[in-house]
């Protein structure tokens, strides 16, 4: 079992800031690739970004692609979504996701999930 807890939301303008910490514990050993999903009012939850084990390779959505980053610390079990240039149209919950090698971007494939953090971006 990993337990992934998510933090650093908020309100911020358009244009700002905000960087997203997920904590994972628990039996982190089972958790390859990490990622980050958002969901926006009323609609389905998205793919955002992910980082492989090593963190050698990293892949993001399209809308997302210049404007956010995703990293991890593996000594400290700390994943992170680093996001600029924010926009309306980023403000959703955020939510952490672990899964095994192979996790694409369809969260299906995610078996261990944090509770998320909201973002709001006014404009």
């Known amino acids: 079992q990993v337990q992934l807890v998510e933090s650093g939301g908020g309100l911020v303008q358009a244009g700002g800031s905000l960087r997203l910490s997920c904590a994972r514990s628990?039996?982190?050993?089972?958790?390859?690739?990490m990622g980050w999903f958002l969901q926006a009012p009323g609609k389905e939850r998205e793919f955002v970004a992910a980082i492989t084990r090593d963190g050698g390779y990293t892949y993001s959505a399209d809308s997302v692609k210049g404007r956010f980053t995703i990293s991890r610390d593996n000594a400290k079990n700390m994943v992170y979504l680093q996001m600029n240039s924010l926009k309306h149209e980023d403000t959703a919950v955020y939510y952490c996701?672990?899964?095994?090698?192979?996790?694409?971007?369809?969260?299906?494939?995610?078996?261990?999930w944090g509770q998320g953090t909201r973002s709001t971006v006014s404009s």
């Open positions: 628990g039996r982190t050993f089972i958790t390859y690739i």
């Open positions: 996701a672990g899964g095994p090698t192979g996790a694409t971007v369809i969260s299906d494939e995610y078996n261990s």
